[in-house]
């Protein structure tokens, strides 16, 4: 819609403003992030979605955040899981919510804090990335299931370097090291 790309133009425009500003970093990508979330939300709203999406997508949102809380391993989540297999069912849109939404919702049983936004919107990439990979119309050029198992694996290995990277970059470590020093 005309409203999302304007939402998004005006997001990319701002950018350099904000920098330009001597704001921190971290405030203006937390900004442009805002605007880039809004995009799907306003999008989705405005489209109207039936009740009988709506319900499917709660309850694909509802699996991910039991998944996330309710498994006792803390290494093990299958969260990742269910945002991808809701961007697969139900498109990149909706995958996108869907890892948003989850993120949100979870975060309330392991606490909300700065990280949230960005988890919002590393889960929903996440989902959005499933849902333009397995696009069905794509797919059937692909006719390989194997193409299947690694780009959800592709998936998966590069939404945990994004959150490593963005957990580098939010909680710095204490001595001033760097990344790679020993």
């Not at 709203?45 to 997508?57: F, K």
Request: proline letters at 5%.
């Amino acid at each position: 819609p005309r409203s999302g790309t304007w939402l998004l133009s005006s997001a990319s425009a701002c950018w350099p403003v904000l920098s330009a500003a001597a704001l921190c970093w971290l405030t203006a990508g937390l900004l442009v992030i805002a605007m880039t979330m809004a995009v799907f939300f306003l999008s989705f709203e405005r489209r109207g979605p039936q009740s009988r999406e709506l319900a499917l997508l709660a309850v694909m949102c509802a699996l991910a955040v039991a998944s996330r809380v309710v498994v006792p391993f803390p290494s093990f989540k299958p969260t990742m899981a269910f945002v991808i297999l809701a961007g697969m069912a139900f498109g990149a849109e909706r995958g996108f919510l869907c890892g948003a939404v989850t993120a949100l919702v979870s975060n309330f049983f392991f606490s909300q804090g700065p990280w949230t936004p960005w988890q919002m919107f590393c889960w929903g990439l996440l989902g959005f990335l499933a849902g333009v990979a397995f696009n069905r119309a794509n797919l059937e050029k692909k006719h390989s299931r194997n193409f299947k198992l690694v780009m959800s694996s592709v998936l998966c290995v590069g939404f945990m370097l994004i959150i490593a990277y963005l957990t580098y970059l939010i909680f710095p470590p204490a001595d001033g090291g760097g990344f790679l020093e020993l």
